[in-house]
Structures are given as structure tokens and as C-alpha cells.
């Protein structure tokens, strides 16, 4: 079986919430080799005040065995007041790891141009050419709760199940029809048998 590691980046302030869904699901599973990171390692606190100690540092993450990136959102990102994660993004959009984002972190990939011609989304392209000047894909903007598109996965602040799920889809975390019914059931709360 072929792990995967997917890795989660951590800072004070991040939206707890928005990988709520996503994180047991990768804990659970087999595939998965999932690490929470920060800048110097250090504990952090949550945006609903939850108190983590971080497995590692970002000096301690090894680039290339990185399978997928989260990039959960925070009023840090809209502050522009995160500052480190630049090279490790560069390389691993270079290499088309996946990379994944949500809420205030989509600001941060459109202003550095990786969104710039690929289908994407972030909680409203007004809300993305304010905080991101340099945003140049509005063309490829799309106002849906989650976009994937090649290895750069966005959603809005309001849908991190629609987020979880296709991070599952970019992991084959499971088949499709699995994800479906775990979608199903979180979103709806249908269970189908």
C-alpha cells in the first residue's frame, strides 16, 4: 500500500472548523500519514481557542514526501501577516503535489498567481481582489462551494465538508461511491446503505 502524506499547517488563528471534517477521516485511514506543521513548532491556538502542539516545525517537513498540503483559513492570511510557508508552496505547486485551500488561505495562492489560469474559488471574487491586489484569475473564478482543478483544490469559508470531500477524491482516500455516501450523510445526513 502506497502512504500518503498529507500534511496541515497550523497557525494562531487558523478555522478550526474548516477541517473539522476532514482530519478524523485521514486518521482513520490506512493510507494516510497525516502531520500537523507550523512555522517554529511551537503551540498554537485556534481560532475556538483550542491549545495544539504542532508534530513539527516547517524546517523539520521534508518537501518531497509531501503528497497533498492543507492550507486551512484565519484572519492571519488576510493580514498578510504569515510569513514562511512561501518556498514550501512554490516547490510543491512546481512538482503538482496537491495543495489545498480554504476560506482566507485562497487569498494567499491568487496573490502569489497560482490561481491565475486555473478553474477556482474563495468566498466571493469581490473578497478575493480586495485582499489579494495581485489576483489575476478572475476569469477562472467560479462561485461554487469547492473547485478542484489539476493539483489546486479551493473552497469557501461555508463548505468544509465540500472541501473534505474533495480532498478525499485528490487522496482516493476511498472509492467514489464511498465518498459520496460519507458526503451524503454529513451534508444531508442521509445514510445510504
Not at 496573490?111 to 489576483?135: A, E, F, R, W
Amino acid at each position: 500500500m502506497n502512504v500518503k502524506n498529507v500534511y496541515i499547517f497550523l497557525f494562531d488563528g487558523f478555522s478550526d472548523w474548516e477541517i473539522s471534517y476532514l482530519t478524523p477521516e485521514l486518521v482513520k485511514n490506512k493510507k494516510v500519514n497525516l502531520k500537523y506543521f507550523s512555522i517554529d513548532g511551537l503551540e498554537i491556538t485556534s481560532m475556538g481557542g483550542l491549545k495544539i502542539i504542532p508534530d513539527l516545525s516547517i524546517q523539520e517537513l521534508e518537501i518531497d514526501t509531501v503528497s497533498a498540503l492543507i492550507l486551512p483559513g484565519g484572519s492571519a492570511w488576510e493580514k498578510k501577516s504569515i510569513r514562511g510557508v512561501d518556498n514550501l508552496v512554490e516547490k510543491l505547486y512546481t512538482q503538482n503535489r496537491t495543495i489545498a485551500s480554504i476560506c482566507s488561505a485562497t487569498t494567499f495562492l491568487g496573490q502569489k498567481g497560482y490561481l491565475d489560469t486555473i478553474n477556482h474559488t474563495s468566498n466571493t471574487l469581490d473578497y478575493m481582489k480586495y485582499i489579494s491586489p495581485k489576483y489575476k484569475g478572475e476569469n477562472y473564478y467560479q462561485s461554487d462551494l469547492a473547485v478542484s482543478h489539476k493539483n489546486i483544490i479551493t473552497a469557501n469559508g461555508f463548505s468544509p465538508i465540500e472541501f473534505a470531500r474533495e480532498i478525499f477524491i485528490a487522496l482516493e482516500l476511498k472509492s467514489n461511491e464511498e465518498i459520496e455516501k460519507w458526503f451524503q450523510l454529513f451534508k444531508h445526513g442521509v445514510w445510504v446503505d
